[in-house]
């Protein structure tokens, strides 16, 4: 009884208050001074030389790299949203909300919300010095979300889409709805070569390295930084 | 675009391993590294002798400014192997703040011309500035501006442009009447005359003495009628005559008539010409006398000669809604004090309290301390409540007038402010827009350029001759790998990147195509010819299209000269990878869907001489419907 009586007592002074304020005319809340939390969260780095162990970085490499992560990171941790602002900068046309969902997935190794300078570090030191294997291991992993091992239809239309999406509205020929599906379907005919309709990583990787277009285009990565 | 996280470009290129594994096709050649050794040096920028040091990625990270661009070699001096600029170094120092953390302040002590030349020079645009110090550079501005507006009109004034048409002159007469001694005149002989109607129709309604044959008093206007008609004749001709005039030299009618001067006028005028019209009808004689009540309204014919009238309208307009909200709280206290005095007052004998509405009366009087003491209540409990009437009315009427007087000038700022800003924000998001879609369209513009650079040596000597693109070619390292790897994903995805315009026309030439191509296999299509008609030639048609460059000419010397290609079914083959290239930007879209037909569709080509349609490549599953585009 008493804790209705509270909840009465609750909505009407909740009740006075809009009538006060409406009274008063100030129908709109005035502005709480919103946290502002400065993320106090911190985060530096492990020693240039360490990283220099770690990945296949050069140190002159590794401080441009830092020097850049840091500028736009000044709390040497990138969440998910700053991470879509920065990739979404590179294509202005089209949505890439949904691609940069995906890297941050990758690049985030230990999945707790935000990518350090050394995730971010290693997963390019994969990407741009590792072996064609490792290059491969690692886009098979950005295909696969939830990490067990197999590209099912759905996450591979998931990721079509997104890439899709970066292209936008102003295409030639016009985006047809229907794309990615196609797209997916050609994809699945090529890799799926037992036809259970899941990509595994061992099919995956051999049907890569038998095609000449996706070997060569992996070699495209040497020489970005 | 992009240009604060060009540091970030290493990653957006790594990310694209993602594209890869999917592509279908082979993925285009990044562009030529330029030597290192440029790339991690310290610069030096000596700016009028103070030194200041940076990287040079920190400099590259904005490609279009003056620091970021191949324009600072034109300052680089070798003696000293520093960059040499002969500006102010106070300013300069805001300038490269801007390149290290990518937001732009303004400083308040700086002269707002000056600073404004620094920003023109170093190719920044103000729009950058930051939030914190954008209001302020923008009320700066704003008075520099005005400053030398009242400058330039009061030189304006004086001199009149020489071959004003007889129409302009006049609206100048009538607008500034200090221009010319006849608008002066003008404008003395209408405000007498409105003054002389006003007056006017208020002494006729004076009583003016007794007729000898009558007891009562007649008012002026009734003994003068000739005289006061007359007056009142000769006053609306001299109105209609200024309201014509002012219509006719007006350079927009339509605004003209839509302006609330001039609806004032309208109203002025009217009653006399409708009591012409109607006279000595009895049904209408009542509608017609609060016609002349509207004669009233040529008083504010005034407002055109006194500016303080317009602002205190303009003022009232804006402070509507408080208005409205005392007019709303004093409504709901009248409501509350009328029903309760006239329950009070319900017991008394002969009570004025007859019913709530007529309790309103005494309430308002109340409450406003006006008192007329035509409606008192009798009884003490009737008392009581009229005391707290009186007492809340005094609260309740002087605490928010002074409320409404702060938000008189308080809203007339912010409003002022906030048009300001939200003018503001609406070009800086255009600008700033513009400058992105400058982006892309530098990506047309490096398409264009890259396919020209894959072709013919003979078309590119042309090019070379016309020398129009070279300047387009992005010779900074950051564009050129946003470039490519932009390509990459068209590669990827097998669609390009177009703009708007050129989106809209091909969605409608797909769909035009498409409704011909439903109907029959044949492509003698019946009724719509235009949908056979090359892709080119119903561009050229239609005058929508809207290529920078396009020309005629160009289209069909490119049409005719593709043909014979097109022909034969082998030579499409053999080069799937063709870009043949146009000279104008348009048509590399219009080449590259050659390339973006699957084979299938190629061994129909031999049955479609006749000019072919524009392609439609998304629909492979129209296979027996030949899509060719117009080369």
């Known amino acids: ?225 | 675009m992009a240009a604060g996280v060009a540091a970030w470009l290493p990653f957006a290129r790594a990310a694209a391993i993602g594209w890869m594994p999917v592509a279908t096709r082979p993925m285009p050649v990044p562009p030529r590294e330029k030597k290192k050794s440029q790339d991690q040096g310290l610069l030096v920028l000596n700016v009028s002798g103070q030194k200041f040091q940076t990287w040079s990625n920190t400099l590259e990270r904005y490609p279009d400014t003056l620091l970021g661009s191949t324009e600072r070699d034109f300052f680089f001096h070798e003696e000293t192997n520093e960059y040499f600029f002969d500006r102010d170094p106070d300013i300069f120092r805001h300038i490269l703040n801007f390149y290290r953390t990518g937001k732009l302040h303004y400083p308040r002590q700086e002269c707002i011309a000056a600073y404004d030349e620094e920003l023109s020079f170093f190719g920044i645009i103000p729009e950058i500035i930051g939030d914190c110090c954008y209001e302020e550079y923008k009320d700066r501005r704003r008075e520099n501006q005005e400053r030398l507006q009242d400058d330039e009109d009061d030189e304006k004034e004086d001199v009149a442009p020489l071959n004003m048409t007889f129409r302009e002159y006049m609206w100048r007469a009538f607008e500034n009447p200090h221009t010319s001694t006849t608008a002066l005149v003008l404008y003395y002989v209408t405000g007498f005359f409105i003054a002389i109607s006003v007056m006017a129709n208020v002494v006729e309604t004076v009583p003016c003495g007794t007729l000898p044959n009558r007891a009562k008093e007649i008012s002026c206007g009734d003994r003068y009628a000739l005289a006061f008609f007359c007056l009142d004749t000769a006053c609306v001709m001299i109105f209609t005559v200024e309201y014509l005039l002012r219509l006719i030299a007006a350079p927009s009618r339509y605004n003209f008539m839509k302006s609330v001067m001039s609806i004032i006028d309208v109203v002025a005028i009217m009653p006399y010409y409708i009591g012409l019209v109607m006279t000595d009808n009895d049904q209408v004689s009542g509608a017609f006398v609060t016609l002349r009540v509207f004669r009233v309204f040529r008083i504010f014919k005034f407002s055109r000669h006194s500016a303080g009238l317009r602002i205190l309208g303009y003022t009232l307009k804006s402070c509507a809604s408080e208005l409205g909200f005392l007019l709303f709280s004093l409504t709901m206290a009248i409501i509350i004090f009328a029903t309760v005095m006239f329950y009070a007052e319900k017991g008394s004998t002969s009570s004025k309290f007859t019913s709530i509405p007529a309790a309103f009366w005494y309430t308002i009087v109340t409450m406003t301390t006006l008192g007329y003491g035509d409606m008192v209540p009798k009884t003490i409990v009737g008392k009581i409540f009229g005391s707290i009437c009186s007492l809340s009315g005094v609260l309740v009427i002087a605490l928010p007038v002074p409320v409404i007087v702060s938000n008189f000038s308080r809203i007339y700022h912010q409003s002022q402010r906030a048009e300001k800003r939200r003018a503001q924000k609406k070009t800086r998001i255009a600008k700033i827009r513009a400058s992105k879609s400058r982006g892309t369209n530098a990506y047309m513009h490096y398409k264009q350029y890259n396919g020209h650079f894959l072709t013919h040596s003979s078309l590119e000597e042309a090019c070379k001759e016309a020398g129009q693109l070279l300047v387009g070619k992005p010779n900074i390292p950051f564009e050129s790998h946003h470039h490519h790897l932009l390509h990459c994903l068209e590669k990827t995805t097998n669609h390009e990147f177009i703009d708007e315009q050129t989106f809209e026309t091909n969605c409608m030439e797909v769909t035009m195509v498409n409704k011909s191509g439903s109907r029959t296999s044949s492509m003698s299509g019946s009724s719509s010819p235009h949908g056979l008609s090359s892709c080119c030639s119903r561009r050229h048609r239609r005058k929508s299209f809207s290529l920078p460059n396009s020309n005629n000419q160009e289209l069909s010397t490119i049409q005719i000269r593709e043909r014979p290609i097109v022909n034969s079914r082998s030579s499409l083959n053999a080069k799937p990878d063709f870009e043949t290239v146009p000279l104008k930007s348009g048509h590399s879209y219009v080449t590259s869907s050659v390339v973006t037909l699957p084979p299938a569709a190629s061994s129909l080509l031999t049955s479609s001489d006749n000019g072919g349609s524009s392609s439609s490549t998304c629909n492979y599953s129209q296979s027996n419907i030949v899509r060719v585009s117009a080369l």
Not at chain 1, 19 to 34: M, Q
Not at chain 1, 163 to 172: A, E, N, P, Q, V
């Open chain 1, 1 to 225: 009884m008493s804790h209705c009586r509270k909840r009465c007592k609750r909505q009407l002074t909740k009740v006075f208050r809009l009538f006060y304020r409406f009274l008063t005319g100030t129908l709109e809340k005035d502005s709480v001074e919103d946290d502002f939390e400065l993320s106090t969260v911190c985060h530096r780095p492990e020693g240039l030389d360490k990283l220099q162990e770690q990945t296949k970085f050069t140190k002159k490499e590794l401080q441009v790299l830092y020097r850049g992560f840091k500028n736009e990171c000044p709390c040497g941790v990138v969440n998910e949203e700053t991470f879509k602002t920065i990739y979404s900068q590179f294509f202005p046309q089209g949505d890439s909300g949904a691609y940069a969902h995906f890297l941050f997935e990758a690049f985030d190794t230990n999945k707790n919300g935000s990518v350090s300078f050394e995730d971010f570090v290693f997963g390019l030191s994969i990407i741009l010095r590792g072996t064609i294997n490792d290059r491969l291991n690692w886009a098979f992993n950005l295909y696969d979300q939830n990490k067990d091992g197999c590209i099912t239809k759905e996450e591979m239309m998931d990721i079509m889409k997104s890439i899709y999406d970066m292209m936008g509205k102003y295409t030639y020929p016009c985006m047809h709805e229907e794309a990615p599906r196609e797209h997916v379907e050609s994809f699945f005919q090529k890799m799926d070569r037992n036809n259970d309709g899941v990509v595994t990583i061992d099919e995956f990787i051999e049907t890569c390295q038998k095609d000449e277009n996706i070997m060569q285009s992996m070699q495209l990565f040497d020489n970005v930084i």
